[in-house]
């Protein structure tokens, strides 16, 4: 069974503010200890790297959170000693995600310079009115600037998180922020439909949304503006550019391995029996900090049986519009492909999923209804 690819995740816990809708992990702060989670986050990659001798790293992705609340001196730090890791290609495709509320153009530089080549903005909206709603700590002209400052500092592959469905935005709204978010040219969309999570302000007080009917034809519209501009829908809510898929993301999608650093960060790996295990630290950063420390972050872990296997492998693949070979699931999964039986032929009876032997392929129906079609591939018994 050959070796997945493997990925480096490191997570930034804080923000400026938290904003109403978000769940992640991320806490609003004013004051960060930078220096204490930088020692923290290279002895978490350490203890990793040491579990993992002999794999090459193909991406980084640096997220949160706010990650551009750190110094582009702390990044480099962290990237040096990525890039000391044997086998890091130099074309290595290395993200940032940054909050447009944060940035000023020295900043860009020093990012550029400590060796981040894609980075991923926050902007959420072009309408000042609909930010004002979702409590953004910056305005769209701070969006725009901050991508003329990308650009000028260096920046070939750029990313804007857009979201729609935002509170009172009306389909002509939803199409002025996707011209607008066009305008600027990123190589890469993230185009993202709000959603209430329970443990949110938003959550617990509901704004007052968009009706289903109205989301949909929203998301038609979006895509279809998406694809004349140029863009390829390649996973549920990821547009780009040829050439510009999120390498990072795909590796989850297509069931790749990852590391992952940092306060509540996930990580998955194959072992060398080829089952694989899922591993997650400690989400309170200073717990976090305080474990990595003493040599030993990780908060749990689990190894899949093969019907998890199976079902987290649907569950990844089938976002992504051209699905995935069933031969990679083999290969990533080390199991035959009669595992993913009976789900699959179910979903091909119902329309949900080509029927084709060589790919598990979404139809345009299963990519409509894909929580009822990866639903399917639940393992029994749950
Ligand atoms: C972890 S955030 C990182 C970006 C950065 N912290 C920022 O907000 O500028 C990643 C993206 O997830 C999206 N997101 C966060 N909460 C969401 C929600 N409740 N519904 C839909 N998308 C959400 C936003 O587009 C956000 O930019
Ligand atoms: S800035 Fe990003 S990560 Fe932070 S709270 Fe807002 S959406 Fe969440």
Redesign the pocket.
């Known amino acids: 069974m050959p070796t997945p690819p493997l990925a480096l995740y490191v997570h930034i816990p804080w923000?400026v503010r938290?904003?109403p809708y978000?769940d992640?992990n991320?806490h609003g702060a004013r004051e960060i200890p930078e220096a204490a989670y930088l020692q923290a986050l290279l002895a978490d990659l350490e203890t990793d790297l040491e579990r993992l001798p002999h794999r090459a790293l193909e991406s980084v992705f640096i997220g949160?959170?706010?990650p551009s609340l750190f110094s582009p001196q702390t990044i480099g730090r962290l990237l040096e000693r990525v890039a000391r890791r044997p086998g890091l290609a130099h074309d290595a495709e290395i993200t940032l995600e940054a909050?447009p509320g944060t940035l000023e153009q020295a900043r860009f530089r020093g990012f550029r310079d400590a060796g981040v080549n894609r980075l991923s903005i926050?902007a959420q909206s072009l309408d000042d009115t609909l930010l004002q709603r979702l409590g953004r700590i910056h305005d769209a002209r701070a969006v725009v600037e901050a991508v003329t400052a990308a650009r000028d500092a260096g920046f070939a592959n750029l990313n804007l998180d857009l979201m729609c469905a935002l509170p009172g935005q009306t389909p002509a709204q939803a199409r002025a922020d996707l011209d607008a978010a066009l305008a600027l040219e990123p190589e890469h969309l993230s185009w993202y439909e709000l959603t209430l999570e329970a443990e949110t302000p938003f959550g617990r007080h509901p704004p007052d949304l968009p009706d289903e009917d109205t989301r949909a034809a929203m998301q038609e519209a979006g895509r279809e503006r998406l694809q004349r501009a140029g863009f390829e829908h390649y996973e549920v809510s990821a547009h780009a550019r040829p050439g510009h898929r999120c390498r990072h993301n795909l590796n989850y999608w297509q069931f790749g391995d990852y590391l992952g650093i940092g306060a509540g960060a996930h990580g998955k790996h194959t072992l060398p029996q080829g089952r694989i295990l899922r591993r997650w630290k400690r989400a309170d950063p200073g717990a976090f900090m305080a474990a990595a420390m003493a040599g030993d972050a990780v908060a749990g872990s689990e190894t899949l049986d093969p019907a998890e296997a199976a079902f987290d492998f649907a569950l990844n693949g089938l976002r992504l519009t051209e699905g995935v070979p069933m031969s990679l699931f083999t290969q990533r999964t080390g199991l035959p492909a009669v595992h993913l039986e009976p789900a699959r032929g179910t979903a091909v009876a119902r329309g949900l999923l080509q029927d084709r032997p060589d790919r598990l392929r979404p139809t345009d129906l299963g990519r409509r209804y894909l929580d009822d079609l990866v639903a399917l591939f639940i393992p029994q018994g749950n």
């Open positions: 923000c938290k904003c978000c992640f991320s949160g959170g706010t909050n926050g």
